[in-house]
């Protein structure tokens, strides 16, 4: 499928450009980037969502008073895209910076709401990141929208008890997965060593990515949709052939039903993100110490790779008078060790960057403290992160998903889930 570029409202990703008809955003190469009196304030106001972000940027205000930064707290996800897309339509009222998450940065380039860091300081953070991670702030080209922050590597959280108890190895491909879920199955018909979750897109998403779909691209001027393709294919026919079979479970997570699974050690396994600790010890918190965390079963063992399940960075707007002071904040508190350090204390985040997750990550998070190296374990996995382009209308791909997939996941047949993908 190709679906053009339409002028004062997309961009030409491929030149890595953003078009200029209409638009009068700053970025960080305009003369207005930033003050030319290095002693003269700078008020910028960041809309972000994460828990305690004011207290880590307390930290920055204390060390340069001439660039003030202002938290102002906003409803995650969706609700904040609308709210800087109103703003950036009326000409006034967006902030300097903002919380994005990486799927939705195609939608905010599209609508000329980021501006293009590549000329600031920003640009030099590359090598902090992971190449899947960075491609998701860059879309593949040479400018740069944002600073990655957050990210959410997938591993494969399991009860080690259980496996013990059944005399089971950790998968360590699809094919072993699928067989360590019959016996989970077979020794207790109540038990499933994993669920399809129809009301979870993020969640395929990261399934299709780690084993190479990238769902949109770049044709010359236009968008490209690959939703369709082998890999994602492939993804679907194998989780629809374990549905069919029976072997795991086809109801969606999160649900009173799942947390009790969780709990009674009827869901055995958690296919998930770097984020799972918390989820784990708020829903199952008296099975702490049972699980154990392990890289994703691959689909070739000899070419290691995952997907990526949530995370977000750090953006300047394009309505933003200093964007200079912007990006050289947003570099400070994404890659400097004490921001670094602060993000993970006071927000609880997985960080983006290499070295700033091996210094403040040291200790296994209390609900695993029977695995000492769950952070080498969860490390290793946001190295092999593969890369993946999303598309400016993530949103319409992602409510095909919900609508098709919990459909298929009702009809129980691998074909249903082949065929929501043609849907999609």
């Not at 360590?180 to 990261?206: I, M």
């Not at 958690?270 to 392990?294: C, E, F, I, Y």
């Not at 890289?295 to 000899?302: F, G, K, L, T, Y």
């Not at 290793?380 to 400016?392: D, E, L, M, R």
Request: glycine share 10%; hydrophobic share 40%.
């Amino acid at each position: 499928m190709r679906k053009s570029f339409r002028a004062g409202a997309v961009v030409m990703l491929a030149a890595a450009a953003m078009l200029t008809a209409g638009c009068s955003g700053n970025s960080g190469t305009d003369s207005g980037g930033s003050a030319s009196d290095p002693n003269q304030k700078v008020e910028l106001t960041y809309w972000a969502w994460a828990p305690n972000l004011d207290k880590v940027v307390e930290v920055w205000n204390e060390k340069n008073p001439n660039i003030h930064v202002t938290v102002n707290k906003q409803d995650g996800g969706d609700p904040a895209v609308t709210k800087l897309l109103t703003a950036v339509k009326a000409g006034s009222g967006a902030p300097d910076l903002i919380q994005a998450e990486y799927q939705k940065i195609p939608t905010l380039v599209a609508a000329d709401a980021l501006a293009d860091l590549s000329g600031t300081e920003a640009n030099e953070t590359k090598g902090h990141f992971p190449e899947g991670v960075w491609d998701s702030v860059t879309l593949g080209g040479d400018a740069l929208y944002a600073i990655p922050q957050d990210t959410g590597p997938m591993v494969f959280y399991y009860r080690a008890d259980i496996f013990e108890k059944l005399g089971l190895s950790v998968p360590t491909t699809w094919d072993e997965y699928a067989q360590a879920a019959k016996a989970v199955h077979a020794a207790d018909p109540k038990a499933y060593l994993g669920t399809f979750s129809s009301n979870d897109a993020g969640w395929f998403t990261g399934m299709a990515q780690q084993a190479g779909a990238s769902w949109w691209g770049v044709d010359g001027d236009a968008w490209n949709v690959n939703i369709d393709q082998d890999p994602t294919q492939k993804v679907a026919e194998y989780w629809g052939g374990l549905v069919e079979e029976g072997t795991i479970d086809n109801k969606p997570m999160y649900t009173p039903e799942w947390n009790t699974a969780l709990n009674t050690g009827k869901q055995v396994g958690w296919l998930s993100a770097a984020w799972g600790p918390g989820v784990l010890s708020g829903n199952a918190g008296a099975t702490a110490g049972k699980w154990k965390v392990a890289p994703m079963p691959q689909w070739d063992a000899s070419k290691p790779s995952t997907g990526n399940w949530g995370g977000s960075s750090t953006a300047v707007t394009t309505q933003s008078k200093n964007a200079d002071a912007a990006a050289k904040f947003a570099t400070w508190l994404n890659t400097d060790p004490e921001a670094v350090q602060a993000l993970v204390k006071e927000t609880g985040i997985y960080p983006a960057d290499n070295e700033g997750a091996k210094s403040a990550l040291t200790a296994a998070p209390e609900f695993f403290s029977n695995q000492p190296d769950f952070y080498d374990v969860v490390g290793g996995a946001a190295q092999n992160v593969g890369s993946f382009t999303y598309g400016p209308n993530v949103n319409v791909a992602f409510n095909a998903y919900n609508d098709e997939f919990a459909k298929a996941a009702q009809a129980k047949k691998k074909s249903a889930f082949q065929e929501a993908v043609k849907s999609m």
